[in-house]
């Protein structure tokens, strides 16, 4: 019994290093961005763009639309879909590659604000950081804001007036 308990604990203390491990290099990556440029820098540059389209000028039911297909629990989680976070884990682990992120819209407007597309546990961690500022400084409706208009819609549209302007 006392085998078992030494290598538990042994586990238990390989596990938390590698977290740390992973958590720590997460925040550097998120320091080095945010000291880059603020992420309240990096949204009043994206309010300033020509074709950035307010909440309230965006349809309701669109705003339903995007919120149900994207990210059902938005308006429900603190910035992080616990559920859909497992879900995607369980598939890359059975995948054995990062095949889903999981991702909320949360999330997805970390990444789009501060960090590349690059598909690495530093950067999901280092989205972390950027959520918790983003939920505690900005409302959900402000947060779906800029979702829609720093959101990849496909055919070379980075937001939602070009995409459906279907301007280049």
Known sequence: MKLLKRILLFLAIIITVVLLYLIFNGYILYKDAIDEKSLEDRIAELKED????????????????VVCIEDHRFFSHFGVDIFSTLR?????????????????ITQQVAKNLC??????????IAELFVVHDL???????????LYINNIYFGAGYYNIYDASMRIL
């Open 88 to 104: 995607a884990l369980k598939n890359n682990i059975i995948a054995k590659e990062f095949k889903e992120g999981g991702s909320s």
């Open 115 to 124: 960090f590349t597309q690059e598909k690495t546990i530093y950067r999901k």
């Open 135 to 145: 939920e505690k400084n900005y409302s959900k409706e402000e947060i779906l804001e």
């Open 50 to 65: 020509e074709h950035f389209i307010t909440y309230s000028d965006v349809p309701e039911y669109y705003l339903d639309a």
